[in-house]
């Protein structure tokens, strides 16, 4: 049988509010570019894709329903993988019923580190890209 489409799970295919994992991207991502890398993660995961306040109702690079927190989506998943978020309580509200949060950050300091179980200090792109490869050898 031959494929002739092929659906990005990561941005339609999985509801948010059910999903058992997301990857959440935040300003750190860097551009409406680099967002496929989390969109490659989330679909080798089969995970939904969300996004921070910026990304999704300011800067347009994920649509406005895939916004999480306080004035969005309020998740549960087993597993939450926050790329370039800071972690800003307005963020952390629709996060809270998070079982286990992964944070991808640069900054070691960010506010995110301390509400997160593990934290990867560096570039979300890298960890997108190695994380991919990874999951889809397994
Ligand atoms: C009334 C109100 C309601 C709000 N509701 C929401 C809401 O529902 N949801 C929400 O998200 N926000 C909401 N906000 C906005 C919130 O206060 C923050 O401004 C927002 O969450 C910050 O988004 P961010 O973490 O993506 O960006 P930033 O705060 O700019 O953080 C970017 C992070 O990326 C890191 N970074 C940079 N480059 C890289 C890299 N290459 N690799 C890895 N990390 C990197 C930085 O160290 C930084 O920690 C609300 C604000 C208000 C006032």
Redesign the pocket.
């Given at each position: 049988m031959k494929a002739i489409e092929e659906k990005s799970k990561g941005e339609q295919g999985v509801n948010l509010s059910t999903a058992e994992i997301i990857v959440s991207?935040?300003?750190?991502?860097?551009s409406k570019e680099n967002v496929k890398y989390a969109e490659d993660l989330a679909n080798a995961l089969g995970a939904a894709l969300g996004?921070?306040?910026?990304?999704?109702?300011e800067l347009g690079w994920l649509p406005e329903d895939r916004?999480?927190?306080?004035?969005?989506?309020k998740v549960k998943p087993k597993l939450y993988i926050?790329?370039?978020?800071?972690?800003?309580?307005?963020?952390l509200?629709?996060i809270k019923d998070a079982k286990i949060i992964v944070a991808?950050?640069?900054?070691k300091n960010?506010?995110?580190v301390e509400n997160a179980d593990y934290t990867i200090v560096?570039?979300?792109?890298?960890?997108c890209k190695i994380m991919t490869e990874k999951v889809k050898n397994k």
């Open positions: 991207v935040g300003r750190g991502i860097g996004g921070s306040r910026p990304v999704t109702a916004q999480i927190g306080l004035s969005g989506n926050a790329l370039g978020i800071s972690g800003q309580p307005q963020h509200a629709g991808v950050n640069k900054d960010a506010p995110i560096g570039d979300a792109i890298e960890f």
